[in-house]
């Protein structure tokens, strides 16, 4: 770390279902003089905390707005349908779109999945949020499709979850303003994406020292001549007498 890093705060924004934990471990280790501020904010506020300079760098759900960001994809969740745990769905280990045909299929308004045909019918209302669409399935109202995290994040007893096995998933990445792209940054990008310590930072790294030219090997005598070699001393010198 420089001199003008010493006293710096470094802010972190995540999606709902995010989980940064082992990434903000790995950076406390490696970077102990500067603090990482987590800020939770709804997916589609993440894009919007960024270019207003309230982060420094966020996780986001895929597709976003990319202009002025750069991006780097992480992994994909796969989607599951949230049932009360008594539904039909619930006895199966997978579901396929068409098992939700005739259901009510509710589409929170911060949906973070992008559909080209939503399965199923459309419920009676659009919630603004996943945790209002949660509640209203649990009252039985309908059933509701998310990434894994999210049903996770907003866990019930009395509800359950099946993975659908032909439905869009959702992909999380990390972001920030490709015109703020601080040495704090390339050091938490080197951070997720398991950079070793050494390397973590990702920035220039000086140019090794050359080293020597590796002296080449004496060639070794040809076999076969029938002729040892003669040493110097007697190079020259006429022929014994019998």
Known sequence: MTDGETGKLFRLAYAPGVTPAKWVNVWTERLPDVPITLLAAPAAEVVRLLRDGGADAGFVRLPVDRDGLSV??????????????????????????ADLTDEDVFHPLDDTIEWTDRPGLPAFTR????????????AGSGLLLVPQS?????????????????????????????????????????????????SSRGRAAAAPTEKPAPRQARKPAQKGSGRKAVPASRKGKGKRPR
Do not use: C, M
Not at 129 to 136: D, G, K, N, P, Y
């Open 72 to 97: 780097i994809p992480l992994y994909v969740e796969t989607t599951v349908v949230v049932v009360p745990k008594d539904h039909a769905v619930a006895a199966a280990d997978e579901v396929s779109v």
């Open 127 to 138: 919630p603004a949020t996943t945790a209002e669409a949660i509640e209203l399935v649990a």
């Open 150 to 198: 999210l049903a996770r994040l907003h866990h019930r007893r009395d509800l359950t979850y099946r993975p659908v096995t032909d439905v869009p998933q959702s992909q999380v990445a990390l972001a920030w303003p490709t015109d703020a792209t601080t040495d704090l940054v390339e050091d938490f990008i080197g951070v997720v994406r398991g950079r070793t310590v050494n």
